[in-house]
């Protein structure tokens, strides 16, 4: 079953503010949630059960706002790259993310949440979405981060990626 993009993220969002609300009296709050956007290269990798891996490179945009240190709202945007018979239209995603202050500087976070991926077949597939990172400050608003998600996980194939890139907070 195919669920549109917009539906995808009103799921996300709702799961994301019952998330915050249960732990908004625990944690320490921002006053407003803080806003970022960031830039990534995206490594994606399409892997059938049969036949050879599909390898290439695109770009990754992605924003979101985080409430307080340990939790944030954030969605994925990318396209680009293509590998022999398979081209990469977009990827587009909302998630869940959670993360976990290691020191002032370093964060460690997991995403988790639905993604809609559509290759150059004009086809496009929905499935739930997970993945970890790390992010490192560079500067008062920078950050250096990277991360693997894996945005589908079909019975025929899964579609993964690896990214690196920088985020910058408003």
């Known amino acids: 079953m195919k669920m549109s993009l917009l539906s995808l993220t009103s799921a996300v969002l709702l799961v994301g503010v019952g998330a915050f609300a249960t732990s908004a009296q625990a944690q320490q709050s921002f006053g407003s949630p803080q806003a ?13 059960d049969r036949g050879s891996s599909r390898d290439d490179v695109g770009l990754r945009l992605r924003g979101g706002a985080q409430f307080n240190d340990y939790f944030a ?25 959670g993360i976990i202050p290691i020191a002032p500087e370093v964060r460690l976070y997991g995403l988790a949440g639905f993604t809609e991926v559509e290759f150059d077949r004009g086809d496009s597939e ?45």
Request: aromatic content about 16%; cysteine-free; charged content about 20%.
């Open 36 to 48: 970022y956007l960031g830039a990534d290269a995206m490594f994606w990798s399409l892997d059938p």
């Open 73 to 97: 709202i954030e969605g994925h945007l990318g396209t680009g790259g293509s590998d022999g018979g398979a081209e990469l239209d977009y990827v587009a995603g909302a998630y869940a993310k």
């Open 126 to 170: 929905s499935d739930f979405s997970y993945g970890a990172g790390a992010e490192m400050d560079v500067a008062r608003n920078l950050s250096l981060n990277a991360d693997y998600m894996r945005y589908l996980d079909k019975s025929a194939y899964t579609f993964d990626a690896a990214s690196v890139g920088l985020r910058y907070r408003f």
